[in-house]
Structure formats: structure tokens, C-alpha cells
């Protein structure tokens, strides 16, 4: 079984900075693309940042220029460093993860809890 925890999300003001982690854990055999995904009340999850594990990296436009999103391959972690915070990013924030786990073939989608991010204006 996978594991993904995230941890980094609280209440910041408007102009402010956050940096959310992610780490997987458990039977982690490989990981192809790692991302960041929010969901705010009443609307779907979005698309915030991925990354392959080849260093390629993807952002939606409303965070381009504002949010960072880095590995480290050595340690299963995603990081997402978001910068100049604005109300409208206030969501719940998802980690994802394609694993390829030690007892399958193919890469299969996980995610974490989530961690609530909130910006005050």
C-alpha cells in the first residue's frame, strides 16, 4: 500500500508565502509524475502543478510566476512553494502521485488527504 501525507497548509494573509510538502510512503517501487491539485467549496479539483520525475514541470496559468513545484526523487517528496498568495487561492490543496508499488506492473494514481490552505485579504 501507498501512503501520500502533505503538510504546510494554514492561514496566511494576502501577499503572503506557503510551502506545502508531500512525502509517499509504504510499498513505493517507483514514482513517475508528482503533482499539486486544489479543490475550493462548491467547485472541482483542479490542476495546480506537476512534475515528472524527469524534472518537467506544468502549472495552471492562475499560479504561473507565483507557485514553485520541486522533487526530491531521493526522498519520495513533492514540494509546492507558493508565493504571493491571493484570496482566490484559498482551496483545499491534494497531493498526487503516479506508484508504481514493489507487486505491480504499471503506475496507478494516489493522492493525500489534502491540507487546507487559506488567505485572508
Not at 12 to 22: E, I, K, Y
Not at 49 to 71: C, E, H, L, M, Q
Not at 80 to 107: F, H, I, W
Request: include cysteine.
Amino acid at each position: 500500500q501507498v501512503q501520500l501525507v502533505e503538510s504546510g497548509g494554514g492561514l496566511v494573509q494576502a501577499g503572503g508565502s506557503l510551502r506545502l510538502s508531500c512525502a509517499a510512503s509504504g510499498s513505493v517501487g517507483s514514482i513517475a509524475a508528482m503533482g499539486w491539485y486544489r479543490q475550493a467549496p462548491g467547485k472541482q479539483r483542479d490542476l495546480v502543478a506537476t512534475s515528472t520525475s524527469a524534472g518537467s514541470t506544468n502549472y495552471a496559468d492562475s499560479v504561473k510566476g507565483r507557485f514553485t513545484i520541486s522533487r526530491d526523487n531521493a526522498k519520495n517528496t513533492v514540494y509546492l512553494q507558493m508565493n504571493s498568495l491571493k484570496p482566490e487561492d484559498t482551496a483545499v490543496y491534494y497531493c498526487n502521485a503516479y506508484v508504481r508499488t514493489y507487486s505491480s506492473g504499471s503506475y496507478y494514481p494516489y493522492w493525500g488527504q489534502g491540507t487546507q490552505v487559506t488567505v485572508s485579504s
